[in-house]
């Protein structure tokens, strides 16, 4: 009976165990994650975003904030820990030696008439005759009487003077920490024993198999719908026409999902009349082009005027019913965003990169609008490039004299304009191991994508104080030939996590160097240097390509940027594919040669289809100016310096 009360009070402490070993690195793992996620999450300080209140720590929005399905489950289970904590320390009862003078009061060594003094008085307090209470008897029994025994009687006395115990020596005893209700396996224990073994060993993880196995086959990494994918994938075809991506992107299964209440539809109506001239619609056949529009799916109509509601600004106009769905929306938005880019055929990238020219950089800066647009044109500052090349005194009178704002607007367009990023890419592409690049080898291709901003942070949050949440700063890198309008390689970067980014790149240096049997010495220094780059501002991106058919292809890395317009960086790059000798040797060294932009005349006979080519994404105007850029090529080497991209993805139209 006490070896089963001495495991059941073992049972919090096995409970506190079990809950203490994932819980304390889980914590400790959730509490870096947030310190690493408060110091690079560098937001924009104009006032427009401080005003937004995005940013602003409020009490309200740290607790909604931190009042997540997640955080309130780690609390509660950290209160569960310290309750059994406090339940073992100071409810549970202590195992303790056995002790005859202190359980009868006495000091060691005393003589026999003090042992049957203390005997008597405790006999008066605790003996079943003269005390009714239950503990009292088992006290009485198990201790009182053994300690008196042991005291003495001899053969007990000798016992407890040898083996601690006067009942001899005491064998090893094994238990289970489990209440004592559970060990008692007859009827209905062993029946409640019995579901909890099938439960947790057989029930619960069959269940969270379950769950994830069907929300894995739901969705994607990226939590975004397997159909979702499939949706992009079809519409997304290279003669889609830009105006026509909305209608794509808004077909996400995520927002056929969203419900639509009878209550919204005066709601919607009114949103239609505002957002309307933005829906490409025939003015001609208004009315019918009206029509056609309702007769779509009420969620598809729904999703696009919510997103043009932002989009145009004019999210104030909405009703508190819609709100919520308008931020829900917006949430999803960025992933999808995402996706889409993935899905997204190079001719179709054409109203992606952004073009410098317009006006569509220019709003993009706090306090702007088209009609200041116009005020800084007179000053022949027309571009958006122009006015980021000019120094922060010209800006500010340029703001100040003619467009008119205060010295606390134009000290926020700076702001703005130094968290900017401008983009520098270092890419080259050759095949490991050997010199030349011959059809049907494993191109590689190393790019060093660097990053400065006027501030000189590296990781930061762009300027959106009408996006409501977080939106981190993400860049694609892609390799592709304009020719064949083919994208041989895509690749996602970021700059927010510098910490990955030097694993990354430490990891890939060294496995490439001692790939080509370099010494150690010499791969230490390589890693060194690739860590320094990266601490810098640099991210290195590496992929591998099977190299084409025999022949001249003038390339072209496009690093586009999602957050901001005017960012973008193109650069070209000539390689040269060698045909594949029969007997396995390497043929001639690829030719070394200056890089040049697309539609720049060659001497070369055998690249004389691409000098008259003229792509989509040519930077060269119908003019025909064309510029020659220096750079050094080696098995398709290419590197182009500058600030920021001056070159438009979409400066020429077929």
């Not at 505002?274 to 619609?281: A, H, P």
């Not at 792509?615 to 105007?621: A, I, K, L, R, V």
Request: charged share 25%; aromatic share 8%.
């Amino acid at each position: 009976m006490a070896a089963a009360e001495d495991n059941s009070s073992l049972f919090p402490i096995f409970i506190l165990t079990i809950m203490a070993l994932p819980l304390v690195p889980y914590t400790i793992l959730r509490l870096c994650h947030a310190a690493s996620k408060r110091t690079k999450s560098i937001h924009c300080q104009c006032s427009i975003c401080f005003r937004s209140g995005k940013y602003r720590k409020s009490i309200f929005k740290r607790i909604s904030n931190f009042s997540t399905w997640s955080n309130l489950t780690i609390v509660l289970l950290w209160v569960i820990m310290g309750f059994l904590i406090y339940y073992i320390k100071h409810i549970s009862r202590e195992v303790q030696p056995f002790e005859p003078f202190d359980i009868l009061g006495l000091e060691p060594g005393a003589s026999d008439s003090e042992i049957k003094k203390a005997y008597r008085r405790l006999s008066i307090q605790y003996h079943p005759d003269k005390n009714p209470d239950p503990e009292a008897h088992t006290y009485f029994v198990e201790f009182i009487s053994k300690a008196y025994q042991a005291l003495t009687d001899p053969i007990s006395r000798e016992n407890f003077e040898k083996y601690g115990h006067p009942d001899g020596r005491q064998g090893f005893q094994m238990g289970i920490a489990l209440p004592q209700f559970l060990l008692n396996i007859d009827g209905a224990s062993g029946g409640i024993l019995l579901l909890g073994i099938v439960g947790v060993c057989i029930l619960l993880p069959l269940m969270m198999a379950v769950i994830y196995l069907s929300r894995s086959s739901k969705y994607t990494g990226n939590y975004v719908m397997h159909q979702t994918l499939s949706t992009y994938y079809y519409f997304m075809k290279p003669s889609l026409a830009p105006s026509k991506v909305m209608d794509v992107f808004i077909k996400a299964a995520e927002y056929m999902e969203i419900p639509v209440r009878r209550s919204d539809g005066e709601p919607l109506q009114k949103l239609f009349m505002i957002v309307r001239s933005e829906l490409n619609l025939d003015l001609k056949n208004i009315k019918q082009e009206q029509a056609k529009f309702w007769k779509q799916h009420p969620s598809l109509v729904k999703t696009e005027l919510l997103l043009l509601a932002q989009l145009t600004r004019e999210s104030g106009a909405l009703s508190s019913t819609l709100q919520g769905d308008f931020k829900h929306v917006l949430e999803l938005a960025p992933r999808l965003l995402e996706e889409l880019m993935k899905a997204v055929p190079l001719s179709s990238r054409k109203a992606v990169g952004g073009s410098t020219e317009g006006i569509a950089p220019f709003l993009q800066l706090p306090h702007f609008s088209e009609a200041i647009v116009k005020k800084i044109g007179r000053k022949k500052v027309r571009t958006f490039q122009e006015l980021r090349d000019m120094t922060s005194q010209e800006r500010a009178e340029l703001l100040t004299q003619t467009a008119g704002f205060s010295d606390a607007e134009a000290f926020d367009v700076e702001v703005v304009l130094e968290m900017m990023p401008s983009i520098t890419v270092d890419i080259a592409c050759e095949t490991e191991g050997e010199e030349g690049i011959q059809e049907g080898d494993i191109v590689t291709m190393h790019a060093w994508v660097s990053l400065k901003r006027g501030n000189g942070l590296t990781a930061a949050l762009p300027h959106a104080p009408y996006f409501p949440f977080h939106k981190e700063e993400n860049f694609w890198l892609l390799l592709a030939d304009p020719v064949s309008n083919d994208v041989w390689m895509s690749q996602k970067v970021s700059f927010m996590d510098e910490a990955a980014a030097v694993m990354a790149a430490s990891k890939a240096i060294q496995e490439t160097m001692e790939g080509s049997q370099a010494s150690a010495k010499e791969i230490s220094s390589a890693v060194r240097e690739a860590v320094e780059k990266v601490r810098n501002g640099s991210r290195l991106v590496m992929g591998k390509f099977q190299a084409p058919a025999e022949g001249n292809y003038n390339l072209t890395s496009y690093c586009m940027c999602d957050a901001w317009i005017g960012c973008d960086r193109k650069t070209s790059l000539k390689i040269k594919v060698l045909k594949r000798s029969r007997a396995g040797t390497r043929g001639p060294v690829a030719e070394e040669g200056p890089a040049m932009d697309d539609g720049a005349e060659e001497e070369d006979e055998e690249d004389e289809v691409y000098d008259d080519y003229e792509s989509e994404y040519s930077e060269d105007g119908e003019d025909g100016i064309q510029e020659k850029k220096t750079g050094k090529l080696a098995n398709g080497n290419a590197h182009e310096k500058g600030g920021s991209s001056t070159e438009s993805s979409d400066s020429d139209e077929e």
